[in-house]
């Protein structure tokens, strides 16, 4: 079955990075384009960022362009969110999702909190 497992989040302070990953099993993970979403408390999820089962095309949300980085690994399995400049604004829990067919498949997600 398919399987979706990121990790990398935590607290962060306001200009500080992160790198979020998310492990693919259970699908030819290699034939499928994969996206990262966020939710903050009280708000719907937003696309955060697209990558092409590739690798060579990437789209991103506008608040995030220019200081987020999408990119994967096709030998790992393996999807990647660099995040540089955060902001407290960017505070959400942090989901990776693959389309297959008319089926989505969700991680469990993982927490980013931009404080000082």
């Known amino acids: 079955q398919v399987q979706l497992v990121e990790s990398g989040g935590g607290l962060v302070q306001p200009g500080g990075s992160l790198r979020l990953s998310c492990a693919a099993s259970?699908?030819?993970?290699?034939?499928?384009?994969m996206s990262w979403y966020r939710q903050a408390p009280g708000k719907e999820r937003e696309l955060v960022a697209t990558?092409?089962?590739?690798?060579?095309?990437?789209s991103y949300g506008d608040a995030m362009k220019g200081r987020f980085t999408i990119s994967r690994d096709n030998a790992k399995s393996t999807v990647y969110l660099q995040m540089a400049s955060l902001e407290p604004e960017d505070t959400a829990v942090y989901y990776c999702?693959?389309?297959?067919?008319?089926?989505?498949?969700w991680g469990q997600g993982t927490q980013v909190t931009v404080s000082s």
């Open positions: 259970g699908f030819t993970f290699s034939g499928y384009p």
């Open positions: 990558i092409s089962s590739a690798g060579g095309i990437t």
């Open positions: 999702k693959v389309r297959r067919g008319p089926n989505e498949y």
